[in-house]
């Protein structure tokens, strides 16, 4: 068979640099760890041919393009309600709105949306009512 062109050389080197660059992309991207692993990827190089009226000479364009994985999508319960003044939402981080949890870094006490909920005043202590102490 007759070797029309060498693909490693062509352009200058130029298409061979270009489909190197893409492989490095596919292979970063199956790196990823936010993207699926087993899907597949993809590198196509095109070789357009534009010869001229009397057929002795043709422009030769190169593309060299891949296809990735797209990252995979991530998903967070958001808390919707009002103010008093506008609409406001806030990421739900316990397993349910006005519930309190301990913060795993900070061990210190956290509400539903991870803000640190402060200690109580001295005011609000005197409001808690001993039901022992009424019969």
Request: proline fraction near 4%.
């Amino acid at each position: 068979m007759h070797k029309h062109i060498d693909l490693n050389n062509f352009a200058d080197g130029a298409l061979l640099e270009r489909v190197n660059a893409e492989i490095g992309k596919v292979l970063e991207n199956i790196q990823d760890p936010n993207t699926e692993a087993t899907k597949k990827r993809k590198v196509t190089i095109t070789l357009e041919l534009e010869p001229n009226n009397r057929r002795e000479l043709a422009d030769v364009v190169t593309s060299v393009k891949s296809t990735l994985v797209p990252a995979a999508s991530v998903s967070a319960s958001l808390m919707i309600g009002h103010d008093g003044r506008q609409v406001i939402g806030r990421e739900l981080k316990s397993a349910m709105p006005g519930q309190y949890m301990v913060d795993i870094e900070s061990g210190e006490i956290v509400n539903d949306d991870g803000t640190k909920v402060e200690e109580p005043s001295a005011a609000s202590e005197s409001t808690v009512i001993d039901f022992r102490k009424t019969k």
